[in-house]
């Protein structure tokens, strides 16, 4: 049994952006149903995504600043499955989020949203307004293990002996070495198996 598979509850946080929300459908709605520009999934091979797609990097900036200040009013989705395996999830041990947005008040009032209320007054979030520097914030919050979809993140977790978890997306599939999952079902699956034997 390697040390992926039984993982304390107590000890595992998750970035937001393509692991809990689905930032990516988001953006490929805005862009089609706003700006006329078709997107595939497969297109977004770097996280940077405007060194990937050939769009505007204003129209791109854009987009992201909708998501950035108002994920409810532009209709940010949780990923499949992610709120139910939360609420599981938050029965054994509190939630904790870091995300790098800049702003914490949109995206805390996209969870209380998305989370049924006790699920969502019983976790933290942490916006740190930066790319970098998420072990910082897993150090001092007690983590050991974290789900992200950017690699550099995982790169600097590794580095500083955390447990990193990629969450497979089209920008890091197949571009490096880590434990991964691909779905919230998985995570349910492969992380906390032992507390769902049901
Ligand atoms: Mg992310």
Redesign the pocket.
Known sequence: MDRYSKIDPDSIGF?????VAD?MEAFIRLALDDYGIAIQPEDITIYEVEKCLAVDPRIIGEIFSRLLDAPVENGLQPMADAVEVLTALSGLAPLTFI??RPVREPIDRWLAQVLPGPVYNSSRLVAMGNHDGKAAYIRKLGLHYFI???LATCVELAGAGFSPIV?EQPWNRGQHAFASVDSWRGIKKRIICHEFDS
């Not at 970035?15 to 692991?19: E, L, N, P, R």
């Open positions: 970035d937001i952006d393509c692991v930032t995300t790098a992200d979809d950017r969450f």
